[in-house]
């Protein structure tokens, strides 16, 4: 029976406070076992955190009492030992590295694509507008080997950095299709209905093929 309780997730919220916040949530994560990742930057929080079932919620919610947490939502995962040797708390310039500090995710947010949404335009081919639904994976080559999307197109980026210039030479392949794109960018062009959220099981399992790889010693999960 696996005796570990895995987190992971991110929130694009304004933080003024990121070294005191540092502090408090290196402190909570310490007293209760936890190991993994927490990232700080003014744009948001990004973390990775595991330790036994308890501790794990019960820091989750001292973090989700903080009203700026409040929404943050959470994949879990079950594990039979720790995936982390360590914790760190680190702060940094972006929670998710795109090389472009000026770009503020919180500022202007995409509406998101619900799971069921995005099984019947994956069924489908197209969105509700008749438009063809095109599937772009941003993550690095060696997660999209791990497991993909269906026809899911494939950049074979090597670290998500790397985005803004790949996007910026294909986006007249992206001209008419539903997609997501880069409000803060306009040299992507293109129609875009939203950005998709992480999908769903019931979109997974039709539509996804292989594995998802993570960013701890497991490599990979079903």
């Known amino acids: 029976m696996s005796s570990v309780q895995v987190i992971a997730g991110y929130l694009f919220v304004d933080l003024a406070d990121c070294p005191v916040l540092r502090n408090r949530l290196q402190q909570r994560a310490a007293c209760k076992g936890l190991k993994g990742t927490v990232l700080i930057a003014s744009e948001g929080i990004n973390l990775s955190l595991a330790g036994a079932p308890a501790a794990v919620d019960t820091w989750l919610a001292a973090f ?4 700026r947490f409040t929404m943050l939502a959470v994949h879990r995962h079950s594990a039979a030992a720790l995936p982390f040797k360590r914790l760190r708390v680190r702060l940094k310039a972006e929670i998710i590295r795109m090389d472009q500090p000026g770009i503020r995710p919180n500022d202007r947010r995409a509406p998101a694509v619900g799971p069921s949404t995005l099984q019947r335009w994956l069924d489908r081919g197209h969105c509700d507008a008749g438009r063809q639904v095109l599937p772009l994976d941003t993550r690095n080559a060696f997660e999209v080997d791990a497991g993909a999307f269906s026809g899911a197109v494939d950049w074979r980026l090597q670290r998500f950095g790397d985005f803004p210039a790949a996007l910026e030479s294909h986006r007249d392949s992206l001209q008419g299709k539903t997609h997501a794109r880069l409000r803060h960018a306009p040299s992507a062009g293109g129609d875009s209905a939203g950005a998709a959220e992480p999908a769903g099981t019931e979109a997974a399992a039709r539509h996804w ?6 960013f701890d010693e497991r490599i990979t999960v079903t």
């Open 64 to 67: 989700r009492s903080d009203p």
């Open 209 to 214: 093929q292989g594995r998802c790889s993570v």
